[in-house]
């Protein structure tokens, strides 16, 4: 979450998942009584899988026992524009090992178009088949103006999050859909900041916008196109996301975190990217998951249905929160955590 406003999901979401009491669960294992490994026949791809969301949905998709491949352009060779060498797709794949899956990390520029091809043909070379494809693809936050109209930013700047955070889901897709397709049950999970829903206002700035509005609606596009093939496209968003780089910028660790709640008050109820995470591996193991086609959900929302936790057992909220202070309440962090 950069600054998002709350979720309003419609009544007509589903809400048949099972549901659990909150546990603590360690960052990479199976949840307590599902089934064994019920992944351990799916291959997945997580585009842009080098650290914060990416990289915990690989984990989790890997504690559930998938063959995940993992893409970014930081390698323990080479730093993307980002600028952080501390993450590395290498790294991600030795979690998805070390979580019960099988990671493989695969240097890709999503941009290049010939990359993507050589990335996908490997993955049917090696595997004959693509069963969830995971567009978790931006590393566009230094691009990011607040408090400025859209002709006081750069050009060449605003177009740049443009290819980074909307041109390499509709590349990615485009090459890796064939392969999904090629088996009934694909699916396509676009992971964007808020939902269709909060989403409706304005986002920040003109570009950020542009680019986090591009995989609603192509969730909701592809979603029309895969339901006649047996296929499902969803779009997730987390809530108020404890990355790396966020916690880089309050000067915390995850064990730390607690001390910026009083530099941001929302940040009291910020969630780790295991949360999402986890809410997405187990939409993927559930036979039922065409339900969610063409919709887009936020991280409560997916841990509500499926009965998930942050890693410290808790299941914040920090849109319904907004929410209820939207509408003249005064809520109590305790209550949405």
């Given at each position: ?314 299941r914040p909220d920090v849109w319904g929160y907004i929410l209820a202070e939207k509408a003249g309440e005064e809520p109590s962090p305790a209550d949405y955590r």
């Open positions: 979450m950069t600054t998002n406003e709350p979720t309003n999901e419609p009544s007509d979401a589903p809400t048949n998942a099972p549901t659990s009491e909150p546990q603590d669960r360690p960052f990479g294992e199976p949840p307590a009584g599902s089934p064994d490994r019920p992944l351990h026949d799916s291959v997945a791809l997580v585009a842009g899988a080098t650290r914060g969301a990416g990289r915990a949905i690989a984990v989790e998709l890997g504690a559930m026992g998938a063959t995940v491949y993992v893409t970014g352009r930081t390698t323990r060779d080479h730093v993307s524009e980002v600028g952080r060498a501390g993450e590395t797709i290498e790294q991600t794949a030795d979690l998805v090992t070390a979580a019960g899956g099988t990671g493989i990390a695969v240097p890709t520029d999503h941009l290049v178009a010939d990359q993507v091809r050589s990335l996908v043909d490997r993955i049917d070379r090696d595997r004959g088949r693509l069963d969830i494809l995971v567009n978790d693809i931006w590393g566009g936050n230094f691009l990011l103006d607040f408090d400025t109209k859209m002709w006081e930013v750069d050009l060449e700047r605003g177009l740049r999050m443009l290819d980074l955070g909307a041109r390499t889901h509709i590349i990615t897709s485009s090459i890796a859909l064939p392969l999904l397709v090629r088996r009934p049950g694909g699916l396509v999970v676009e992971v964007t900041d808020g939902t269709a829903e909060t989403n409706k206002d304005f986002r920040e700035n003109f570009y950020y916008d542009l680019a986090k509005n591009t995989p609603i609606r192509m969730a909701y596009l592809l979603g029309e196109e895969l339901k006649n093939v047996g296929g499902t496209a969803v779009a997730v968003t987390p809530g108020f996301l404890r990355s790396e780089e966020m916690l880089d910028v309050f000067g915390l660790t995850e064990e730390t975190w607690r001390d910026g709640i009083a530099k941001q008050r929302h940040w009291a109820l910020s969630e780790s990217p295991a949360y999402l995470a986890r809410g997405v591996a187990a939409l993927a193991a559930d036979p039922d998951r065409a339900r969610w086609n063409g919709r887009s959900v936020d991280s409560g929302r997916l841990a509500r249905e499926y009965g998930v936790t942050d890693a410290d057992g808790s």
